[in-house]
């Protein structure tokens, strides 16, 4: 078993940085820098260790790996929450610096790309874990199990 495990917004509560998020003018650069002062959502923090625990005992193959459309520039940081935090993530997929598609688009792609040479719709007990819709049916749209995870403010 696969589970894909989204940061922003349902591992971290980043909500207190939406409003740094503009139409054009966003400097992404703080909003990314800014995620060191996240919480985690306690709720999906304890799924994650309890996942993570099980895992070990009654299904070893269970790969947790985290799925985000940060920049690969910020891996050291999100690496640093992860640890402050005890999230245990096996894995850390990031968006490519210079890549700048839509999170759907990009989160099917890493997975892909996770799973190569194994096509992602035919790798059996694949789950994402995520906070947006769009991120949620596109995984649906190919037979992966989504759940959303927090629907947004």
Known sequence: MIIFIDIDHTLSDAFHRDGMIEDVMTDWDQYHAESIH???IPAMASLVRILNETRKSFAPGT????????P????????????????????LLMRPDDDYRPAKELKLDLARGFLAPHALEDVPGVIVI?????????????GIVGLQAFTRR
């Not at 790969?63 to 940060?70: C, D, E, I, K």
Request: hydrophobic share 45%; proline share 5%; glycine share 2%.
């Open 72 to 91: 690969e520039k910020w891996r050291q940081l999100t690496l640093k929450w992860l640890v402050q935090h005890d999230i245990p993530l096996t894995n």
């Open 63 to 70: 790969t947790l790996v985290g799925l985000t459309a940060r």
């Open 130 to 142: 995520d906070d947006r819709e769009d991120v949620v049916m596109a995984f649906n749209a190919i």
């Open 38 to 40: 996240d919480e985690p």
